[in-house]
T-cell receptor
Framework: DAGVIQSPRHEVTEMGQEVTLRCKPI?????LFWYRQTMMRGLELLIYFNNNVPIDDSGMPEDRFSAKMPNASFSTLKIQPSEPRDSAVYFCASTWDRPPYPFFGQGTRLTVV | SQELEQSPQSLIVQEGKNLTINCTSSKTLYGLYWYKQKYGEGLIFLMM?????EEKSHEKITAKLDEKKQQSSLHITASQPSHAGIYLCGADPNFGNEKLTFGTGTRLTIIP
């Protein structure tokens, strides 16, 4: 398996623009997580899906952020409109019950100027 | 919510020396994960500990879970340049494949 695949790897956008991050989980995994990593706050869980259903989105910072998982092999994280403080590395991770530890993608480094 | 504090925040060690990284939880640990991250890359799973007193080893890395102290330690023996990176501990409040929260991370630098 190729692992968790995220795209793009790098994204530079202007403040106010819409940004969409994409994730393809490992085939057969039923849980998917979106994390954000910054120097100040470390690794934060944004949202968690189980069997394509959002279970906990309490980590989503505000209404500008939204995430979808239309099927078991694809998820998106959208920021609209983007702001400079959204600059961070966004990770997607997936897992199954056994083993229960998440497999992480390579991340998307987002820079909002 | 469960909070994980790692110490030290950064560590500079001469190649060949041993080192220990600690992870302390604000709540009872039902499961503890250790990951390693290289700059610009994703997190690589190292080990998972489930039971109090459990100890696991992989090559020169040993991790132990002390439930009573709500703490886990990661010990590297005879450190090598390949050990350099950021080490993060993670915990699932119920060890049920739910919200996994992470510590602040420990940045390890190995000096030749």
């Amino acid at each position: 398996d190729a692992g968790v695949i995220q795209s793009p790897r790098h994204e530079v956008t202007e403040m106010g623009q819409e940004v969409t991050l994409r994730c393809k989980p490992i085939s057969g995994h039923n849980s998917l997580f979106w994390y954000r990593q910054t120097m100040m706050r470390g690794l934060e869980l944004l949202i968690y899906f189980n069997n394509n259903v959002p279970i906990d989105d309490s980590g989503m910072p505000e209404d500008r952020f939204s995430a979808k998982m239309p099927n078991a092999s694809f998820s998106t994280l959208k920021i609209q409109p983007s702001e400079p403080r959204d600059s961070a590395v966004y990770f997607c991770a997936s897992t199954w019950d056994r083993p229960p530890y998440p497999f992480f993608g390579q991340g998307t480094r987002l820079t909002v100027v | 919510s469960q909070e994980l504090e790692q110490s030290p925040q950064s560590l500079i060690v001469q190649e060949g020396k041993n080192l220990t990284i600690n992870c302390t939880s604000s709540k009872t640990l039902y499961g503890l994960y250790w990951y390693k991250q290289k700059y610009g890359e994703g997190l690589i799973f190292l080990m998972m500990l489930q039971k109090g007193g459990e100890e696991k080893s992989h090559e020169k890395i040993t991790a132990k879970l002390d439930e009573k102290k709500q703490q886990s330690s990661l010990h590297i023996t005879a450190s090598q340049p390949s050990h350099a990176g950021i080490y993060l501990c993670g915990a699932d409040p119920n060890f049920g494949n739910e919200k996994l929260t992470f510590g602040t991370g420990t940045r390890l630098t190995i000096i030749p």
